[in-house]
């Protein structure tokens, strides 16, 4: 197999694998995987409410340690395709850049690990001190429920471990060779309905208009920041992203109002004492309401160690920078991997993931393959 990951990242850049659909990613990532003689699994789960999702697993060797790479193949939307310019699903390549949905998040990612891979099998010609896998699945940019923790689940009940894991997001802002995630803050959301009763606003004394009573509600839990951040994380932050009292018409009080708001957490909290808090703050204003809350992922560290710092060698060792580690940005499916092992992140440049035009510089993959092969190396070499 060609050890190019521009060539890899290009074909899984044409399948179209828009969350929850695998648009033939997986089949591909099998192939390739097969070639370099990993034992690959294909699954698909499912539950209530949701659609069915793919997922793979792909190992080679069965002793320990078993290093394993994780990613996903799905993607958002292209969004208006009228606005890019080249199609998103077709790979393309201008003035030495690959052009392409999930060409940063992170298809480019997935294939320099096997790029890697192919190049350190290659070389040590496949006889190596341990196992190197991949966990890829197809319910990342979605609810993530079929995807990663039920991958987990299912190795679990066959005895599968891992012993460190190496998550490909796009960890660096601007350039390459800038951030190392090693850690997460967790997510809350929550929606807050207040009933009300409704009228003619010349008539007030006739209705109940529920809007004074949610702005107050909502000033309580953002009049004071949540707290100062911690050594390793950015301070906890609460933004309302929508208000909404599904009103037509100028002069009626509305029926109910309706706020929407996202709480990013660090390790200094949790979920459910959140979400305490959020209701001890409620009923100090008004009983009557309704809060629903989804925890997404709680926050988590994995402390600076032996992983952490090879990482951060190699990282160097190839772009001449000496990255951060820190803990910002969204959440990802290390949420899920940090129950099993020491985990760690770091991939391409995110500066247009998720936007028209999505791309990556071509020599920063062949600089990441090149990274991943020195992690492969030298963690295999102290093993």
């Known amino acids: 197999m060609s050890a190019n990951p521009l060539d890899l990242a290009r074909t899984l850049i044409s399948c179209p694998s828009v969350t929850p659909e695998d648009g033939g990613a997986l089949a591909v990532l099998e192939e390739a995987l097969g070639k370099l003689g990993f034992s690959c699994h294909r699954m698909t789960f499912s539950a209530p409410g949701t659609q069915d999702v793919d997922n793979l697993y792909a190992r080679i060797g069965d002793k320990t340690p078993n290093f394993c790479f994780a990613g996903h193949t799905d993607v958002v ?13 077709a790979g393309v390549v201008v003035q030495d850049r690959l052009l392409g949905r999930g060409a940063a998040d992170m298809k480019g990612a997935i294939a320099c690990f096997v790029a890697a891979s192919a190049r350190f099998l290659n070389q040590h010609d496949k006889v190596f001190p341990g196992s190197i896998s991949l966990l890829i699945t197809g319910d990342e940019e979605g609810p993530a429920v079929n995807g990663t923790a039920k991958v987990l689940d299912w190795m679990k009940d066959r005895g599968e471990t891992l012993d460190v894991c190496l998550v490909g997001e796009p960890t660096n802002p601007e350039y390459l060779g800038e951030t190392i995630k090693i850690g997460r803050r967790g997510s809350l959301n929550g929606c807050l309905t207040i009933p009300g009763t409704q009228g003619h606003v010349a008539h007030p004394q006739c209705a109940d208009n529920p809007i004074p009573r949610l702005l107050h509600m909502l000033s309580k839990i953002t009049e004071r920041p949540l707290d100062e951040g911690t050594e390793h994380f950015q301070p906890s932050n609460l933004e309302i992203t929508s208000v909404d009292v599904g009103n037509q018409a100028p002069n009626i009080i509305p029926a109910r109002a309706v706020a929407r708001f996202n709480i990013r957490f660090n390790d200094t909290h ?15 204003i008004n009983r009557d309401y309704q809060l629903d809350v989804k925890i997404s992922g709680e926050a988590f560290f994995t402390p600076p160690g032996n992983f952490s710092k090879l990482v951060e060698n190699a990282v160097s060792d190839v772009t001449g920078k000496t990255p951060e580690l820190n803990t910002s940005g969204g959440i990802s499916d290390a949420r899920f991997i940090r129950h099993f092992c020491p985990v760690a992140e770091f991939g391409l440049v995110g500066a247009t993931m998720h936007k028209t035009d999505e791309s990556v510089a071509i020599e920063d993959l062949e600089a990441l393959t090149e990274i991943y092969l020195r992690v492969l190396d030298r963690y295999f070499q102290t093993s």
């Open 77 to 89: 939307p292209a969004g208006d395709v009228e606005d890019w310019s080249v199609d998103p699903f």
């Open 270 to 284: 949790s979920g459910a004492a959140l979400e305490q808090w959020l209701r001890q703050s409620f009923d100090s």
